[in-house]
């Protein structure tokens, strides 16, 4: 498959031409280093910068008590809803410390090498307390089940899995430089939601938002990381106001595997109820989440979990619950699909689990369990309204594809070779939710001709490598029937439009795209308009072809502006909730006296609606499978009995796939347009990491032939591997 559109940033990023925020260059400005906890969770008792202000090229330090007005994280930026919200989370610890990391000063210097210096001058003293978890939220989805329906069930099985925590590490740690002007600032960080920060840090400040400019440059990646207000930003902003100076804070590999935001972190329970030919008759879901110390908007996350517990099946009783735990962990958040990994990963290991109870094949047992297509839109028993689908098509593309009978075939053959190494298969049909909640399912978007023949985009999306630069100009010009040379794109950029809402939860094309496609088709319309106003005729004798507007002359819609002015269309544009869905299919290899796993084959079939741009497309498809694969096989964080990450070597320590350990993955697609907006899109880029790990998982069970799923939980190291084959 190849791209739609020639890619515009790949030459200027590839070349080292890009432009970050350790690249911007602020006459005066000082750089950050945070002195942090080395410490899950104690009682500060003092933090001494004394010595650290007398190192050369250190232009200050500070601790919480020395700066007595420094904010902390608004409640407004956390969770507000939590039960256990009231606890704050401070810019710089005063009292207490809550995770390992936790920022007690800050040190600037007239560079990052003498920040550090200064840093390591500062002298602390904590006393050490023992671990404490509080219980910050609960919820539910979906109705509670009778004990008749589990006590007539002819199967029910059950299972513990855990969603290990996970390090989100993008290319790009979070940067953050803050410059004071006359009456205001100018921020540029790489945010996901460039308005959020604005308006968070207006709030924090007592001012109004316009005071405020927040600017997105080239961003190395995010995967949810990136779309909060942090402890340090806040510092950041306080101090260069305070001192009237720039001040900018890049956090470096180690500090962000210290410190960075965290995903997944869940321990979850599960019953499945089948009647004796395989049809589900009930699914029960309980979720233990670890949220971090702090009940920021991670403390909500597992609903998410919750909501889309029912996957791709017709299971007439669906209930879900969640309880989310205040630990000495860095906050949970976001991470790469955000909750509906760790749904589908308890739901498919199930289903296979259920299988080998019934003795059917896996694949047989999902078929009969499919939502069908006719029954779209489907309401789901814990509320999510699929908007369209058709799994079995997935499913089917993805056998054919794999080649699932000659897999079980050479399965069946190693079986009866007492010296061959025993190969699984495994399988994932999954559903996820793209757009986002309600009351975020819209965007601010813009299109503007200019007097040169040049138009211009806006959009409130912040880019953190899904190539906007290329799809959105693309898209608008091939709305307006023109090159897209002539389109020029403004987004990261509070500036650019009123307000905006960022890029998270796959919300690129589904809401971005479609409402630049519906600004330039309003543009369209009102050149028209004013055409048919300088023509004195009526707008249904005028028409729009490649920038020119017809009547009863022809006039360019540079001349057009020219004549009559500035010409935009500017519109909140709102979507509705997207269910993009897929299936995986898994082969592996196990050497049960080693514990190693070769995946051999990985087939991801994806339908995200209609793809604007497959290439596209498909590279966040293959990405999202290569995280997959880390999750299943080898990120996990080792903490030591103190709770504390033991991460020395860095990435030698959390171990990410390399080119070494991709197997060959074969993507393919299925295309079921959602109704819900005019292109027909759906999120995509999120999908490996829900597909693949259960599928990887399953393959493993099936190896080994395991009746326990529990004794498998991810990420399966040789240690998990060779103890499970025993």
């Known amino acids: 498959m190849v791209e739609r559109w020639l890619r515009r940033e790949d030459e200027r990023l590839l070349t080292g031409a890009g432009r970050y925020v350790a690249d911007i260059r602020v006459p005066g400005c000082l750089e950050a280093a945070f002195v942090r906890s080395p410490v899950a969770h104690g009682v500060v008792r003092e933090v001494d910068c004394s010595a650290a202000r007398e190192v050369p090229g250190v232009a200050g330090a500070w601790a919480a008590a020395d700066l007595p007005d420094l904010p902390s994280v608004p409640v407004s930026a956390m969770m507000a809803a939590a039960d256990d919200a009231g606890r704050e989370w401070p810019a710089l610890a005063r009292d207490r410390v809550r995770y390992p990391g936790?920022?007690?000063?800050?040190?600037?210097?007239?560079?990052?090498?003498?920040?550090?210096?200064?840093?390591?001058?500062?002298?602390?003293?904590?006393?050490?307390?023992p671990p404490e978890e509080v219980v910050a939220f609960h919820g539910e989805a979906g109705e509670p089940i009778g004990d008749d329906v589990w006590e007539r069930a002819a199967v029910v099985v059950e299972g513990h899995y855990r969603q290990q925590l996970l390090m989100p590490s993008p290319m790009e740690c979070r940067t953050f430089l803050c410059e004071p002007t006359g009456d205001g600032l100018v921020v540029w960080?790489?945010?996901?939601?460039?308005?959020?920060?604005?308006?968070?840090?207006?709030?924090?400040?007592?001012?109004?938002?316009?005071?405020?400019?927040?600017?997105?440059?080239?961003?190395?990646?995010?995967f949810g990381s990136k779309s909060a207000l942090f402890p340090?930003?806040?510092?950041?902003?306080?101090?260069?106001?305070?001192?009237?100076?720039?001040?900018?804070?890049?956090?470096?590999?180690?500090?962000?595997?210290?410190?960075?935001?965290?995903?997944?972190?869940?321990?979850?329970?599960?019953?499945?109820?089948?009647?004796?030919?395989?049809?589900?008759?009930?699914?029960?879901?309980?979720i233990d989440a670890d949220v971090g110390a702090y009940p920021h908007l991670g403390a909500g996350l597992p609903m998410q979990t919750a909501w889309m517990a029912t996957g791709p099946y017709l299971t007439p009783q669906v209930h879900a619950t969640v309880r989310s735990v205040l630990t000495h962990a860095m906050v949970t958040y976001p991470y790469r699909g955000a909750g509906r990994p760790e749904a589908a990963s308890a739901l498919e290991r199930t289903m296979d689990t259920l299988a080998r109870r019934l003795g059917m094949d896996p694949v047989e047992l999902r078929r009969r369990n499919f939502i069908p297509p006719e029954r779209f839109p489907y309401l789901t028993p814990t509320g999510r309204d699929y908007d369209s689908g058709n799994?079995?098509?997935?499913?089917?593309?993805?056998?054919?594809?794999?080649?699932?009978?000659?897999?079980?075939?050479?399965?069946?053959?190693?079986?009866?070779?007492?010296?061959?190494?025993?190969?699984?298969?495994?399988?994932?049909?999954?559903?996820?939710?793209?757009?986002?909640?309600?009351?975020?399912?819209?965007?601010?978007?813009?299109?503007?001709?200019?007097?040169d023949g040049t138009f211009t985009a806006r959009c409130g999306a912040a880019p953190s490598g899904q190539s906007h630069e290329t799809v959105f100009p693309a898209l608008v010009a091939e709305t307006l029937g023109v090159d897209a040379v002539r389109v020029h794109l403004l987004e990261g950029d509070t500036t650019a439009t009123p307000d905006g809402v960022g890029s998270f939860a796959s919300r690129s094309a589904q809401i971005d795209g479609a409402g630049l496609q519906h600004a330039a088709t309003l543009l369209?319309?009102?050149?028209?308009?004013?055409?048919?106003?300088?023509?004195?005729?009526?707008?249904?004798?005028?028409?729009?072809?490649?920038?020119?507007?017809?009547?009863?002359?022809?006039?360019?819609?540079?001349?057009?502006?020219?004549?009559?002015?500035?010409?935009?269309?500017?519109?909140?544009?709102?979507?509705?909730?997207?269910?993009?869905?897929?299936?995986?299919?898994?082969?592996?290899?196990?050497?049960?006296?080693?514990?190693?796993?070769?995946?051999?084959?990985?087939?991801?079939?994806?339908?995200?609606?209609?793809?604007?741009?497959?290439?596209?497309?498909?590279?966040?498809?293959?990405?999202?499978?290569?995280?997959?694969?880390?999750?299943?096989?080898?990120?996990?964080?080792?903490f030591d009995e103190h709770l504390v990450p033991q991460v020395p070597g860095g990435l030698l320590d959390y171990l990410l796939p390399t080119y070494a350990e991709i197997p060959p993955i074969d993507l393919r697609e299925t295309s079921t347009p959602s109704p819900r907006t005019p292109l027909g899109a759906k999120g995509a880029g999120e999908s490996g990491c829900i597909g693949t790990p259960p599928a990887i998982v399953n393959a493993v069970a099936d190896a080994l032939e395991l009746t326990d799923p529990d004794v498998l939980q991810m990420p399966l190291t040789p240690d998990v591997v060779w103890r499970a084959a025993r």
């Open 102 to 129: 936790e920022a007690l000063a800050v040190v600037l210097g007239d560079d990052r090498y003498r920040a550090e210096d200064g840093a390591a001058q500062v002298v602390t003293w904590i006393d050490e307390l």
């Open 189 to 222: 960080s790489g945010h996901q939601a460039p308005h959020r920060l604005r308006m968070e840090l207006a709030g924090l400040l007592g001012w109004p938002v316009e005071r405020i400019r927040v600017t997105v440059p080239d961003t190395g990646g995010a």
């Open 232 to 286: 340090e930003y806040i510092a950041v902003v306080h101090l260069a106001l305070r001192l009237g100076r720039p001040v900018r804070w890049v956090e470096d590999r180690r500090e962000s595997m210290l410190v960075a935001t965290r995903g997944r972190g869940q321990d979850q329970r599960v019953r499945l109820a089948a009647d004796d030919a395989g049809k589900l008759l009930a699914y029960e879901l309980s």
């Open 391 to 451: 799994h079995a098509a997935a499913l089917d593309l993805a056998l054919t594809t794999f080649g699932y009978d000659a897999w079980r075939a050479e399965q069946a053959r190693r079986r009866a070779d007492p010296d061959a190494r025993p190969i699984g298969i495994g399988l994932c049909c999954y559903v996820e939710r793209s757009g986002g909640e309600a009351g975020g399912l819209h965007e601010y978007v813009g299109v503007e001709a200019g007097d």
């Open 524 to 638: 369209m319309d009102r050149a028209r308009e004013r055409a048919a106003t300088l023509w004195e005729v009526p707008v249904e004798e005028t028409s729009w072809a490649e920038g020119v507007v017809h009547g009863p002359s022809s006039i360019d819609v540079a001349e057009l502006v020219k004549l009559t002015g500035p010409l935009r269309a500017d519109e909140r544009y709102e979507a509705g909730m997207a269910f993009p869905f897929g299936a995986h299919v898994a082969v592996v290899e196990v050497d049960p006296d080693l514990g190693t796993v070769e995946v051999l084959r990985l087939v991801a079939v994806d339908d995200c609606g209609h793809p604007i741009d497959p290439g596209v497309v498909r590279g966040q498809a293959f990405g999202s499978a290569v995280q997959g694969l880390g999750q299943a096989l080898y990120e996990g964080i080792p």
